[in-house]
């Protein structure tokens, strides 16, 4: 019976092992995870920002052809009204510029690299308790499950 409770002590000695590794495991996964996680955050926001700007732009840029067929039309001078589509024209092209460099920005906050060191860990952890594993197979072969003496020895 004390053979018995020395298997039950090592499986369970395993089994916190191995409950020890796994949150160690998950906290590192989080840890790369996270820093990726937020930077995405960003890089959606400036999208966001970028399209933004681009449908303002692009509400400017009708403005600025509503001003030029106004002109083409009228075709009466070019004073104050040249003035505007000038006006008009040199902010919907900032702004369009704006919204291109916020995409190319926003664009490079999304790469993903792999967990690296979450990977390398998890296959030391594996090996780990493969090898522990094999180990208390050996100690468990080692041990007598069954009482070897004779039964009629046993029931004297």
Do not use: H, N
């Not at 053979?3 to 092992?17: L, N, T, V």
């Not at 937020?38 to 681009?54: D, H, N």
């Not at 208390?136 to 080692?142: F, G, L, P, Q, V």
Request: overall charge neutral.
């Amino acid at each position: 019976m004390a053979d018995q409770d020395g298997i039950a002590d090592i499986i369970k000695s395993i089994q916190a092992d191995v409950t020890t590794i796994v949150r160690g495991e998950l906290e590192l996964a989080k840890a790369e995870l996270i820093p990726q996680a937020k930077a995405a955050g960003m890089g959606a926001g400036m999208f966001g920002a970028a399209a933004y700007l681009a449908l303002t732009g692009s509400i400017l840029l009708f403005f600025t052809l509503g001003f030029l067929l106004a002109m083409a039309f009228g075709a009466a001078g070019l004073g104050t009204l040249t003035a505007l589509v000038c006006g008009f024209a040199i902010v919907t092209v900032l702004l369009l510029l704006l919204a291109g460099v916020l995409a190319l920005v926003g664009k490079g906050k999304f790469s993903f690299s792999k967990p690296e060191m979450t990977i390398d860990s998890v296959e030391k952890a594996v090996l780990s308790v493969r090898s522990a594993v094999a180990d208390t197979a050996k100690d468990i072969a080692a041990q007598p499950l069954v009482d070897k003496r004779e039964p009629a020895a046993i029931a004297r």
